[in-house]
């Protein structure tokens, strides 16, 4: 299975701007895969953020438009762009793909402090 | 409103068993293929089972294959995780989740695993 590789933790002031990566192992092109974010404050579930390929993305409901996808070719990564940091953005960000139409991996998240 | 309860959580042995539920309500549960993701305390989301709309194809992670066993009564709109051979690094809490093109659209708030002598 492949392996997700998110920082373990970011850290921005408010109004600032959060780019978070997920880097895709080396022998699978990001190219490839449609990347999904969610996000995850203490004590409570997951929630869906939005999903980013080449060809399509989509918002969550009622995710503001701060919150975008795109992918780094050079970097073979998927990114996670917050605009305008809000205190309530602090949270923890899981990136996710599907390697194939039959299991789902996770990266291993990352930490956002908002300072 | 749709809704998924996790139920079944507990403290149990290593080498036993459990098993997990997760009642759905709000939707049509048999129109939709829905997961178990677990998350150990403190630690990241781990996909571990899915069915589909009718429990004629499922799929586990490596690391609960042969152990786990996923199921569904569409009839009583709830979904099922039966759990053997629990080890201590199964300690977790496990959440269902709904899918939706491909995400996972709902969540439930999760149930607690604790496998502990």
């Known amino acids: 299975q492949p392996v997700l590789t998110q920082p373990p933790s970011s850290s921005a002031s408010p109004g600032e701007s959060a780019r978070l990566t997920c880097t895709l192992p080396?022998?699978?092109?990001?190219?490839?895969?449609?990347i999904y974010w969610y996000q995850q404050k203490p004590g409570s579930p997951p929630t869906f953020l939005l999903y980013?390929?080449?060809?399509?993305?989509?918002?969550g409901s009622g995710v503001p438009s701060r919150f975008s996808g795109s992918k780094d070719a050079s970097a073979n990564a998927g990114i996670l762009l917050i605009s305008g940091l809000q205190s309530e953005d602090e949270a923890d960000y899981y990136c996710m793909i599907w390697p194939s139409n039959a299991y789902v991996v996770f990266g291993g998240g990352t930490k956002l402090t908002v300072l | 409103e749709v809704q998924l309860v996790e139920s079944g959580g507990g403290l149990v042995q290593p080498g036993g068993s459990l098993r997990l539920s997760c009642a759905a309500s709000?939707?049509?549960?048999?129109?939709?293929?829905v997961h178990w993701v677990r998350q150990a305390p403190g630690k990241g989301l781990v996909w571990v089972s899915r069915?589909?709309?009718?429990?004629?194809?499922?799929s586990y992670a490596d690391s609960v294959k042969g152990r786990f066993a996923i199921s569904r009564d569409n009839a009583k709109n709830t979904l099922y995780l039966q759990m053997n051979s629990l080890r201590a690094e199964d300690t977790a809490v496990y959440y269902c989740a709904r899918t939706y093109r491909g995400y996972y659209d709902y969540w439930g708030q999760g149930t607690l695993v604790t496998v502990s002598s």
């Open positions: 709000g939707f049509t549960f048999s129109d939709y293929w």
């Open positions: 980013y390929s080449d060809s399509e993305k989509g918002q």
């Open positions: 069915i589909n709309i009718d429990g004629s194809i499922t």
């Open positions: 080396s022998d699978i092109n990001v190219g490839t895969y449609t």
